[in-house]
C-alpha cells in the first residue's frame, strides 16, 4: 500500500468555478477525513466519514462544499462557485474505526487550491 | 477537546536531543496525547501517542507527568530531516474519537 493519495497536487482555479478533488485511502482503513489548512495554521477539521456514511461536519463546510464516499473506498470533495477564501491545502486522512484514532491517522501530501 | 500550549518556535543542533514541551491543564481522565509533525508542503505525519504512562517508538519518546497536565516529545537524536511544525494534540474521548484539534504548533529548526 502507499498511503493515503490525493489528486490533483495542485489546482489553480478562477473565482466561481467549481473544483473537485479526489482522496483515495488506506485499502484497509474504514474512516476518512478531511481537513483544510490555511497558510501559518494548523489542520482544521472539515467532514469525516466511516465507510460510506458522512458522521459530521464543521460548521467550516458551508453549503458550497459538498463531500461524497461511495462505496467506502475513495473520496470527493467538491467546491462550488469557488472564492478566494477557499484558497488552502485541502488534507485527507484515513485510519481504522473503533480505537483506530488511538493509532493515529495517516494523511495524504493534500491538494493545493488557489483561486484567482 | 482539551487545548494544548507549546512554545512557537525552537531551535536544535543535529545530533543532539531535541525536547518538545506541551501543556494540557485541561485534559480528560481518558483522553489520549498525540504528536504530530508536519515538514514543509507535506501533510501531518504521525509520532506517538500515549495516555498515561511513558511511550517510545523508532521515531520518538513520549513523557507524560503523572498528573497528566503536560507532556514532553523527545527526539534523541535530532537530523536536519527532523525540521519540521510539531503539533500536540489532545484527543479520543468517548464523545470525540474521530477529530485532531490542530494548534498552531511548535516550528523545530535543527541546525547543523
Known amino acids: 500500500d502507499t498511503g493515503v493519495s490525493q489528486n490533483p497536487r495542485h489546482k489553480i482555479t478562477k473565482r466561481g468555478q467549481n473544483v473537485t478533488f479526489r482522496c483515495d485511502p488506506i485499502?484497509?482503513?474504514?474512516?476518512l477525513y478531511w481537513y483544510r489548512q490555511t497558510l501559518g495554521q494548523g489542520p482544521e477539521f472539515l467532514t469525516y466519514?466511516?465507510?460510506?456514511?458522512?458522521?459530521?461536519k464543521s460548521r467550516l463546510l458551508s453549503d458550497r462544499f459538498s463531500a461524497e464516499r461511495p462505496k467506502g473506498s475513495f473520496s470527493t470533495l467538491e467546491i462550488q462557485r469557488t472564492e478566494q477564501g477557499d484558497s488552502a491545502m485541502y488534507l485527507c486522512?484515513?485510519?481504522?474505526?473503533?480505537?483506530?484514532?488511538?493509532?493515529?491517522?495517516?494523511f495524504g501530501s493534500g491538494t493545493r487550491l488557489t483561486v484567482v | 477537546d482539551a487545548k494544548t500550549t507549546q512554545p512557537p518556535s525552537m531551535d536544535c543542533a543535529e545530533g543532539r536531543a531535541a525536547n518538545l514541551p506541551c501543556n494540557h491543564s485541561?485534559?480528560?481522565?481518558?483522553?489520549?496525547v498525540y504528536w504530530y509533525r508536519q515538514i514543509h508542503s507535506q501533510g501531518p505525519q504521525y509520532i506517538i501517542h500515549?495516555?498515561?504512562n511513558n511511550e517510545t517508538n523508532e521515531m520518538a519518546s513520549l513523557i507524560i507527568t503523572e498528573d497528566r497536565k503536560s507532556s514532553t516529545l523527545i527526539l534523541p537524536h535530532a537530523t536536519l530531516r527532523d525540521t519540521a511544525v510539531y503539533y500536540c494534540?489532545?484527543?479520543?474521548?468517548?464523545?470525540?474519537?474521530?477529530?485532531?484539534?490542530f494548534g498552531a504548533g511548535t516550528t523545530v529548526t535543527v541546525r547543523a
Open positions: 486522512a484515513s485510519s481504522l474505526a473503533a480505537g483506530g484514532i488511538k493509532g493515529g491517522y495517516t
Open positions: 494534540i489532545v484527543s479520543g474521548g468517548p464523545t470525540n474519537d474521530y477529530k485532531l484539534s
Open positions: 500515549g495516555l498515561k
Open positions: 466519514f466511516q465507510n460510506e456514511a458522512q458522521l459530521e
Open positions: 485499502s484497509e482503513h474504514n474512516r
Open positions: 485541561t485534559i480528560s481522565g481518558n483522553e489520549y
